[in-house]
Structure formats: C-alpha cells, structure tokens
C-alpha cells in the first residue's frame, strides 16, 4: 500500500521544517492532519459520524503518544523514519472499531523510535501486523500469562491450573474459550508448546504449553508500558 503523501513533495517538507519549530504536540497534531482519513462513503450522516469517531481515535493516539513529555523530541518526531512509523500507526488505528487498543499502538511506535538507541524497521512492521491481528481480550490475556511468567524462576515449571485460575478470577472466559485463544495465540507464534508427534494444540493437550515465545516476549514489552 502506497504511504500518503507526507514526505513525497518539496511543499510538504517546507511545512514540515515550519511546524518543526512548534511544540511537539502541536507538531504532532499538525502531521497527523496530512494522513488522509479512510473514507469514500455514500451516506452523508454516516461520513460525519465515521469522520468524528477517526478523529477521537487519533485525537487519543496523540494524548498518549505526547503523555511523556520528557521523551517527545521535535528533532526526533520530525525524522522521517518516526513520521513514516507515525504515518502506519494512524492508519492501523483508524482501523479500529474502537479505542480500547490505541494505548498499545502508541507505546508501539514510542519504544520503537523513541526508546530504542538502533530503530529496527522489520521489528516494528512485524510488531505492528502482530498488534493489529490481535483482538483486545487476546491482549490482555497475553499480558496476564506474561506477568504470571515473570513470577516463575528457573526451577518452576509452567503449570497450566495455576495459570486457569488467574484468568478465570480476573475474566469472564470459560475453559474452551482459553483454549480456542490460546490455540490462535500459538498459530501466530506468540505460545508454544511440546507435543509428540503432533504439531498442534488440540483440545487435549492444553496442558502441554509451556508459555509464550521470546518474540512474544519482546512484542509485550514494546506494547504495554512495564515500567
């Protein structure tokens, strides 16, 4: 898919360099108004209705983007891999149905550019094709088997009813509906588990996982603030 034409002509980077002088959340708000918003609809009522919601969303992108206000640079917002990583965050976010995964987009893009010392490009598309595949309940599952993990050490073992009851206690999922998630969470990578001679999570052999991957791992770690 072709970026907007954010960087593409000698008028945009002029407007660029002038909002450079301005605050970052002005430049922000100033960038994100050259990203043109999904549309194409037929229906007046409809477009105003759907226009209004794409701004709240990416009026919420900016409110958490520009929340560490000792992190957010104009020097380094106005590089152009951030406004190319920015240009693909909005339009992920204006994907969404609604606003409840904004958070982890906007953490995204700020471990990605801002907190790392060496941005890696193809981690940050991978991440960001892995967050928009993600459904916010699968999410937050994720995190929680996460935090369980991190109480671990060495010589505990995963153990898969320690795990049931931490859910259950903080969610309204049944047992197959863990085991539905957890199956898609291993399809994409996230979960593994140890099964002889059968290269799935079937609907026995739940307890075989073992917990999640070392790109799951590092892909929690860029999307929810641990800190």
Not at 219 to 224: C, D, G, L, V
Request: a negative charge; aromatic letters at 10%; proline letters at 2%.
């Amino acid at each position: 898919m072709k970026l907007p034409s954010l960087i593409e002509d000698n008028k945009t980077t002029e407007k660029l360099e002038k909002m450079a002088k301005s605050t970052p959340y002005i430049l922000l708000m100033e960038m994100i108004k050259l990203i043109p918003i999904l549309g194409g609809y037929v229906d007046e009522t409809i477009a105003i209705k759907l226009s209004n919601f794409q701004s709240q969303k990416r009026n919420e992108l900016i409110d958490h983007i520009i929340k560490d206000k000792d992190l957010i640079h104009n020097e380094d917002i106005s590089k152009v891999e951030f406004i190319i990583g920015f240009t693909k965050t909005v339009e992920a976010v204006d994907r969404l149905s609604s606003i409840s995964k904004i958070k982890y987009f906007s953490n995204l893009l700020k471990q990605s550019f801002l907190k790392l010392d060496n941005y890696d490009a193809d981690s940050f598309d991978e991440h960001l094709d892995t967050l928009n595949s993600l459904s916010y309940r699968e999410i937050n599952l994720l995190h929680a088997i996460y935090k369980y993990e991190s109480t671990l050490s060495n010589l505990t073992p995963f153990n898969w009813s320690d795990l049931y009851k931490t859910i259950t206690e903080n969610s309204d999922l049944d047992i197959e509906e863990i085991k539905s998630i957890f199956m898609r969470l291993q399809g994409k990578g996230l979960m593994y588990a140890e099964i002889e001679m059968n290269y799935f999570v079937t609907k026995n052999s739940l307890n075989e996982i073992k917990g999640t991957t070392s790109y799951c791992k590092k892909f929690i770690s860029r999307i929810i603030d641990l800190e």
